[in-house]
Structures are given as structure tokens and as C-alpha cells.
């Protein structure tokens, strides 16, 4: 797998020179993409029918075959999408911090991209138009590799992606495709040429990527949502962010999965589980909570700690805020937790005690998203906890530069009886 | 080593504690543990004598028996930075970012620990204060490893850090330390016990360890710096800069180990090559800029991508400043560069094209360093391109968290037709 070593170097090469370009070239391109995008509309349609057919002669389901599916109002909104892009401040240079050091001795940093990002998805296809469009936008090369069940499609949108670069006198390379599995088995060994892999798919998916690669992975491979309804919780507003947490969206990453509730809040509990069983909801009850859940379905162990991405609570009971908190930190994935009380001290001390990567009071886990929080386009949601954490926008993408402009002073001008660094801070001038 | 898991887990349990409590009684223990050394001092220092005896016996040489040594000064000057961080401002909570998502639902994003760090370095047993005062202030742990010639005086003085936290009723296991290299070994495994290695060493060190983990690791192997001397440079500025770079510590990872010289600047080399043998540096010059340098030894194969760590210095010539750039991404470690020109635009354009941590214009490649950027404390040089890069201070063993305070919100009540977010941001309120 030599080849897949040059085609990196190849792609860092690209991206180098697309770095150094100016910001408005980028945001052309992203117009030019949209462009491209209507123009050759009819092939890319063409080419997805074509997966399409394949795909139901291999028995996928029909989610899956949903996901896959491209249509002109898909590609209509996809094209909005550039277009919001286009139009975004451009991250690249960006002046995060700016000290002088000394007359004439000026140190800033600013934003930088990452460099060379290795993305894997599943099945959709649009997130060749979405993730490129965050490389376009934020300076960074991708390497993508797509479901195996999209390959026609995925392909007529890379070299739309590309002819966009072109026709911008822009470097072809920094959005580039790969087709099967062993060359991301191989990809997965240049810690020295990808700086950075982002899976999108299921947590078996991630969790075999995070093992079999020393680069850095932004993702999350499980989504185990806590709610906590406290001693001091309104029953209503219980009621109402478990029902939300669950059934919202059963399978997304931020539904949540398990309810801990303090033995005092026990006899409120049946409305909370009323109100859960008649949105559909099947509850896992230890046997304190179940007293007062008669259609509960016992506990079993692997409750409350699984993501079930279904229409399945956990119910657990604990004898204070305490024990909920070591519960989440010994079953949970660090990825979203709530408390839901009336009581603002036992709130923020839930808010400041718990170590994962989104923490609410009164609020539903669902609220745990990119678009939600005013990131704009989501990268993903990391619970690692190196680099960026919880939902990621498009400055997950990005690394920083230290930039120093000085007249010719060398570092043994300063010390101890000599010249003194002045240190001032100058990100907010007067 | 299933103690070593166990371990580790207890050393998160207590960092979870100890990153929950107030920042003052942090402040306390910095100011508890500077007192406590020098309680302790005539205990320290007979630990060290014994070190040092038996380093002695093993033939350890003098620049290494030097760095080993403790005395009543450098105790002093520990304490002074214990004092000094004990009144530096707590990282831990520390808002980043906040956003009206509605009214009543404002979401905050606060620094917050990274974890537990596992910390590796060599000789010098100060380390272990420094690092240890660092974990305190940031609410992170440590599990630190030593070098074994310090192995006596590293364990009086982790015990002197558990003294400082059980005398504020902190968690005495948020500092520990481990002696052998099996250990290590075993630890670099825990890749869900351990956020984040810091090696301090040698590049084979740091490189080893970089390939026997897949826990992040903060840091660089190597220092290859450039200097870029431009057509436009000025003579003597370019002199003092190559001299201020290879010679004011050579064995720096910010010394300069290549001269890089725009082919028109050559008429004006020999008063560079003169300064630096003046100096003592030992030239080693490719044929172009060797006609200019008469006292130049000629340049071998590895010359222009070592890091020499002593009085030599590479000498290359190139064409052009792209060229110059081409060479710095080909044969550098992405640590720090340099320019000199007096011409402004060239200028800029090396600052915008050259991928590395620190991009300097006039000014020696030795600024690179976190107490010359203001950072205070140095927690080490990042080269990588995730999380910290170039010199890290205290903010990059912090990662964060999201918070959102609501009021008992449901995700299912905004979208098409129904709430708006209003995405405020309330950063700077007026």
C-alpha cells in the first residue's frame, strides 16, 4: 500500500498550498461547488439510482436505503448549505491572542488548519458535500472514505468537489476519495501523514478505528445519556425532559438512556413513568423504582450502562446526588448528563461535580448538538477529552500558529540584568 | 500489572474529587506544600546526597550529576513558584463562551481538567514540584515517573505533595509516583485510564513513547529550526540572528540547526559564516554556499535535517523563498522558523506559508519558549497539530465542558413551525 503513502504526502502537499491561499478563493470555490452541483444534477442522480438499485439487490433496509437516496430538494438544501459556507467567516489567520513582548517584538497566535483529516461515513452521501465543504471552508484536506453501498454516487460528488478547486485554480488534492476497506486499514497506519480521523457511523464502527489507529480520532463510540431527577425535581418538568430525553430521537447519540431518581422522589415517580409508558417507552426498573412502576420490566445487568438507541429506559434509584454522580461516572460514556430540581444549589453542584462533556440543569440531553449550541455546521461530538470535547464545529478543525515579528532581537538580550519582556496583553486594545 | 489499572482508576476517583473543590483551598495547598519543603529540607537533601552518591558510583557524568543536585537555593526557587502559582488565577471553571439559546437557556462552555496525566522525565527531581505545583493549580492528577538515578529524592518529594493535599483535606492520591520502567510500560497501555502523556527528554525518549501508545502525548521528538536568511535580509541583523539562534543554548530544542540562504544573499555570507565561527560554530556548507565560507566543512547526507544540539550548523542555498519553504516542510520537525528580511511582504508571506508551531520574522528562533511568550509556567513545546501546539502553559492540561441551565426545556419544542433558538452571544454583555 505504497501508493496510498503518496497520495497522502500528495494531499498534505495540496493542502499547504490551499492554506496559504486567500480567504475569498475558498468562499469562491464553495459558490463554484454549489454551482457544479446543479449543472451535473442529472448525472449525480443517475449515478445514486444506480447504487440504489444495487443496494436493494443486496436486501439493504429501507432506512438504509433512505439515507441513501439523493433528490433534488436534498441537493437544493445541500446547496444552501455552500452557500451559508461561503458566506461564513473564514477561520484561517484568525487572531486569537495578541502579547507584546517587547518594542517591536510582537507575538500573536492565530487559527491554523489541522491538516490532513481522514473522514469515514456510512451510507449518506450528502456528507461528502457537507464534510468537503467544511474542508473548503476551513483550509484543511480530506481524505474520504464513503459506504461501499454509495461508491457511484460518492465519486461523481468528490470530482464535483474537485472540478470546483480547479476552476478556481485551486489545488485539486485536497479533497480526495477511497473506495475499500483495506486501503483504510492502510490509511489508518500514517500517523505521520493524517493528522486527524473523524468517524461518523455506529459506536462498533468507532470504537474498532480509536483501536486500530495512533492518530487522533474526534468522535464519540457511545451516546450513554443520564437524566437525574433529584429529591427536589418538579414531577411535571421530570416527566416532561425524561419524555423528551427518550423519545425525541430514540437513536440519536444524545436521547437519554438511563433515569436515576433519588429515593425521595419515589413517590412521584408512577406520573413520570405514565407519561413514559404512553409515549411507548418500555423502563428497565430496579426493584425500588419498580414498586412504584407497575408495568416496569425488571432490571437486568446490562441496564444502565448501554446505549439503546431504541425506545428502552433504564430506571434506577440511588439515596442521594452523590451516588448519582458516581453512577454516571462509573456507567456512563462522558458524553451528555442532567439534573432536573427546583433547588439551584444541588443544581450548580451537579453542574461543577460531573466529568462529561455536556452538563445541563432542567434541560433535556437533547439540546447536546452542534446546531443547537450555535455552531453552525457539526463536525461530530467527542467525548475525548485532548483537542476539542462535546459537540465540535467547524473550529474543531482547526490547530493554531504562533506568529512572532520582530527587529532583529535575539533571545540573549533578556535575563537578569538585561532587557525585561513587557508581556502586554494587546487582544482587547483600548 | 492489574495493580496498575487499579491504581490509575483510584487516582481518577481522586482527581474527579479534588477538580470539584474550590479553587482556594488549591491556592492553600501550593502555599501548604512550599512550606512543607522547607520544613522537610534537611530530609530532601540528605535523599539527594544519596541519589548523587549512588549516580557517582554508576559513573553518571557531570552535566547529568548537575541537574541531579538539589540544594537550599533551588529549594528556594521552588518555593517561590509555588508561591508564585498559588496567586495565579484558577483555570478550573473559567468561562470560555457563553450563548442565550433562549430565555431561560443559556448555555456556558468552562474550562475544566483534562484528567489524569501520566508525566515522564529524567534527572531533575525538581521536576516533580513544578509538575506536581502545576497539577495543583489546574485541578488535574499526575502519575509521575521519574529517572531512577533521582529515585530517592523523587519519593520524599511526592510524599511532601500528598502531605500538602491531606493537610487540606484534599485527596492525597492526586499525585502519585511510580518507580520502574515496567510500569511505564504497563500504564502506556491504559489508554482509558490516562488522558494525556507529557514525556521531558530526549527525542529517542519522546519518539519511543510517541510509538508505544495510543494515549495523546504533548510534546516534540526533535527541534529542527530553520533560519531563512532572504535576499532582502540585512547582513548584520542576519548575523546575530544565526548566532543569537545556534549559540545562546545549543542544545535547546529552539537553537537553529539550519541556515537557509536565498542564493542572491550569498555575496553577503562570509560576514555571516565569520560571525559564527567567531563564535565557535563548526559550518557545514553545501557547495554554493561553501565557494562563500573558505572555513566550511563540506555538508553530508544528514546535515539540513539533524538536530545537532551543539556548535554546528547546517548551510544550505536556495533559489527562492518558496524553495526555502519546500526544504523547512521537507527536512523540519514543524517546531520553530525563522525569516529575515527587511522586506515586509516577503515577510507576510512566510508567516502565512510556513506549517509550523512558531513562524518568526526577525527575531531568533530561541524566542520559542513559554516563558518568553508570557505563558508563565511551561508544561512543555507541542509539535503535534491536535490540542496544545508550540508552547504550552497551564490552559493546555485544561480541556472543557458545556453547560446549559435551562428550565425545563424539551428539544422536541423547537423547530419548523414551532421555537427559534435565538443563539445570543453573550461573551462581552454591554
Redesign the interface.
Known amino acids: 500500500m505504497t501508493g496510498l503513502t503518496e497520495l497522502a504526502q500528495g494531499v498534505r502537499r495540496a493542502q499547504?498550498k490551499f492554506?496559504?491561499t486567500d480567504a475569498q478563493k475558498r468562499s469562491q470555490s464553495l459558490v463554484a461547488l454549489a454551482a457544479i452541483l446543479k449543472e451535473r444534477q442529472d448525472e449525480i442522480l443517475q449515478a445514486n439510482q444506480a447504487d440504489i438499485a444495487a443496494a436493494k439487490a443486496d436486501g439493504l433496509d429501507a432506512p438504509l436505503l433512505s439515507r441513501l437516496r439523493l433528490s433534488d430538494s436534498k441537493i437544493d438544501v445541500l446547496c444552501e448549505g455552500l452557500q451559508a459556507l461561503s458566506e461564513s467567516p473564514d477561520p484561517v489567520?484568525r487572531l486569537e491572542k495578541k502579547?507584546r513582548?517587547d518594542d517591536g517584538?510582537m507575538?500573536t497566535?492565530v487559527m491554523?488548519p489541522?491538516?490532513v483529516l481522514l473522514i469515514i461515513f456510512e451510507s449518506r452521501p450528502d456528507a461528502v458535500i457537507q464534510i468537503g465543504g467544511l474542508a473548503l471552508r476551513s483550509g484543511n484536506a480530506v481524505i474520504m472514505k464513503g459506504g461501499r453501498e454509495a461508491a457511484k454516487t460518492n465519486a461523481v460528488l468528490v470530482s464535483c468537489i474537485q472540478d470546483a478547486l480547479v476552476a478556481n485554480a485551486l489545488p485539486q488534492h485536497v479533497v480526495v476519495g477511497v473506495e475499500d476497506r483495506a486501503s483504510v486499514a492502510a490509511l489508518l497506519e500514517l500517523d505521520g501523514e493524517i493528522?486527524?480521523v473523524i468517524p461518523r457511523g455506529s459506536g462498533a464502527m468507532v470504537r474498532h478505528i480509536?483501536?486500530s489507529?495512533?492518530i487522533?480520532v474526534l468522535g464519540h463510540a457511545d451516546g450513554i445519556c443520564a437524566l437525574y431527577i433529584d429529591e427536589a425535581a418538579?414531577p411535571a418538568?421530570a416527566a416532561?425532559?425524561a419524555?423528551?430525553?427518550k423519545?425525541?430521537y430514540p437513536s440519536a447519540c444524545n436521547a437519554t438512556e438511563t433515569l436515576l431518581v433519588h429515593e425521595a422522589f419515589l413517590p412521584h415517580l408512577k406520573g413520570v413513568g405514565q407519561a413514559l409508558q404512553a409515549a411507548g417507552v418500555t423502563l428497565r426498573a430496579d426493584p425500588a423504582s419498580r414498586d412504584c412502576l407497575p408495568d416496569a420490566e425488571p432490571a437486568t445487568d446490562g441496564d444502565g450502562n448501554t446505549e439503546y438507541g431504541d425506545l428502552v429506559l433504564a430506571v434506577r434509584t440511588v439515596p442521594s446526588m452523590s451516588a448519582a454522580i458516581d453512577y454516571i461516572?462509573a456507567n456512563g460514556s462522558g458524553h451528555t448528563d442532567a439534573i432536573?430540581t427546583e433547588n439551584p444549589d444541588t443544581?450548580e453542584q451537579f453542574?461543577?461535580?460531573v466529568?462529561?462533556?455536556?452538563?445541563?440543569?432542567?434541560?433535556?440531553t437533547?439540546?447536546?448538538?452542534g446546531y443547537?449550541?450555535?455552531l453552525g455546521a457539526e463536525v461530530g461530538i467527542s467525548t475525548g477529552?485532548?483537542?476539542a470535547?462535546?459537540?465540535v464545529g467547524v473550529e474543531g478543525l482547526m490547530?493554531?500558529?504562533?506568529?512572532?515579528?520582530?527587529?532583529?532581537?535575539?533571545?540573549?538580550?533578556?535575563g537578569p540584568g538585561k532587557r525585561t519582556?513587557l508581556?502586554v496583553d494587546e487582544n482587547f486594545p483600548s
Not at 466529568?355 to 433535556?364: E, G, L, P, Q, Y
Not at 437533547?366 to 448538538?369: Q, S, T, W
Not at 490547530?399 to 533578556?414: D, K, N, P, V
Open positions: 499547504r492554506a496559504g489567520g502579547t513582548l517584538l507575538l497566535r491554523s489541522i491538516g493528522d486527524l480509536q483501536e489507529t495512533r487522533p418538579d418538568m416532561q425532559l419524555v423528551d430525553g423519545c425525541d461516572h432536573v443544581a453542574l461543577r461535580l466529568d462529561s462533556a455536556s452538563v445541563f440543569h432542567n434541560a433535556s437533547r439540546f447536546a448538538d443547537r449550541y450555535g477529552r485532548i483537542h470535547r462535546g459537540p490547530t493554531t500558529r504562533w506568529l512572532l515579528r520582530g527587529s532583529g532581537q535575539g533571545a540573549s538580550e533578556y519582556f508581556h
